[in-house]
Each structure stands twice: as structure tokens, then as C-alpha cells.
């Protein structure tokens, strides 16, 4: 199908050089269809539990301790990084009240957010990781949608916003954990000037401090952290 021109970089040559523009794609499949090309272990079973156009771009998700899925979504991904305030991007809160095991209540738990790479639950709220900035949101009366805000600390690059920081997971030792790809970090946290590239970090949920962890030697799509609390990542 015809689609706006797609980026084309031309191998062996110097990074950034592209080629014709791409000009033609796949449509994508329904996700009725889709579910048919999944693989999976024979002991686990398929069902769709949300799509498009209840959701949109989803490119984080985490479930919370009443069984609801959370999911970021991002239009602004991964070239229109937004000014403050004026994101596309948002939090969403999914669940299933009926118990037939498809969503069918869809919460927008907080918006006006851009390029949110990952979040963890903690603290009674979640922490997000978007536009640079590491920045907590919670629900005050139950309402599920966000009145209370604040920044942690900030210093996250987005100069290539598919390598700065996200899988955030809560460690055994109440740190939160992350990976961070080749934009690094560049700022103050609590009373501590920090700088570093691509790695494993962890941070305080206040966010009064941040360490850096490990460097690796590419950037890094997964992290997880075994019942014996081995770190492991993916990349």
C-alpha cells in the first residue's frame, strides 16, 4: 500500500545516509488475523484482551496489583518529541470489569506526556520516564486519572529517542532499575553531579539519588531481575 516516505539507510555507507525513500508496505494485519502468526509455548493459550482503537502505539505496559493492565502510548515516538505541555502522549489504564477477559474500561490515567519510554509502580503512583525528565503522578481521591505531579530529576537525553532510558523494574533492594542506551545521562541528582553513557541504573523512588550500575556494549532492549535478584538484560 501506499504510505509517506519511509527512511531508507543505505548500508556500508556513512551512518545517517539514505537511499530512495520507501514508498511501499505491508498492511497491517487485523488483530484477528494477527493472533493467527503468534507463536508460544504448547501450554500457554492466545486471546485478545485489547486493540486498536482502544489503544494506540502502545510501547510500555505493566500490570498493577488489581489486575489492570497499564499502557503507555506514544504518537509522538520516535521523531516528534514534543515541547512541555504539549505531548500526544499518555498513560491508560485498562481493565476488564465483567470478566469475560477483554478490556472494556479504558482510563486515561494522565496526558500531555511525549515519548514515555517506561514506567513502575511505586509509592501509591507510577514514575514515568518521559521528554528527559523522571516525573511521579498519583490519584489523590480515586478517580483514576492523575492530580498530583512532580519532577524527580531530570537529565535524560533525547538526542536518539530510541536509546534513552526505560524498563524501569522495582529491585528486591527498593531501588528502581533501568537501562539506558547510548544518549546516556547528563545532570544532578540530590547533591550529586552525574554523567554516563549506556548502562544499567538505579534509582530512589523520591528520587534523591541515582547510581550508575554497569555499562554495556550496545544499547539495551529488556532488563529483568531473577527471584534470586540477578540482574539480566537483553540487547
Known amino acids: 500500500m501506499e504510505s509517506p516516505p519511509l527512511p531508507n539507510y543505505t548500508p556500508s555507507e556513512q551512518w545517517g545516509t539514505q537511499g530512495e525513500p520507501i514508498r511501499t508496505m505491508q498492511k497491517p494485519l487485523d488483530p484477528a488475523e494477527s493472533m493467527k502468526h503468534l507463536v508460544a509455548f504448547p501450554e500457554f493459550d492466545i486471546s485478545l484482551f485489547a486493540a486498536e482503537p482502544d489503544v494506540i502505539k502502545p510501547i510500555w505496559l505493566a500490570w498493577d496489583v488489581r489486575g489492570r493492565l497499564w499502557i503507555a502510548e506514544t504518537v509522538d515516538y520516535p521523531n516528534e518529541l514534543q515541547p512541555e505541555g504539549q505531548g500526544r502522549d499518555r498513560l491508560k489504564i485498562c481493565e476488564d470489569p465483567n470478566g469475560d477477559g477483554q478490556a472494556d474500561k479504558f482510563t486515561v490515567f494522565v ?25 511521579f503522578f498519583k490519584d489523590t481521591n480515586g478517580d483514576d486519572k492523575a492530580d498530583e505531579r512532580r519532577v524527580l530529576f531530570t537529565g535524560w537525553s533525547m538526542r536518539d529517542t530510541h536509546a534513552t532510558a526505560s524498563n524501569l523494574r522495582y529491585g528486591f533492594d527498593n531501588w528502581i532499575w533501568g537501562v539506558v542506551g547510548y544518549s ?52
Open 111 to 135: 496526558d500531555q506526556l511525549s515519548i514515555p519510554t517506561g514506567f513502575v509502580f511505586a509509592n501509591g503512583g507510577v514514575i514515568v520516564i518521559h521528554s528527559g525528565k523522571t516525573e
Open 184 to 235: 546516556g545521562f547528563q545532570g544532578t541528582v540530590g547533591d550529586k553531579q552525574l554523567r554516563f553513557g549506556q548502562g544499567i541504573f538505579r534509582f530512589k523512588p523520591d528520587g534523591s539519588a541515582l547510581e550508575f550500575i554497569r555499562s554495556s556494549n550496545n544499547n539495551t532492549w529488556g532488563l529483568g531481575i531473577t527471584e534470586d535478584n540477578n540482574t539480566q538484560w537483553a540487547r
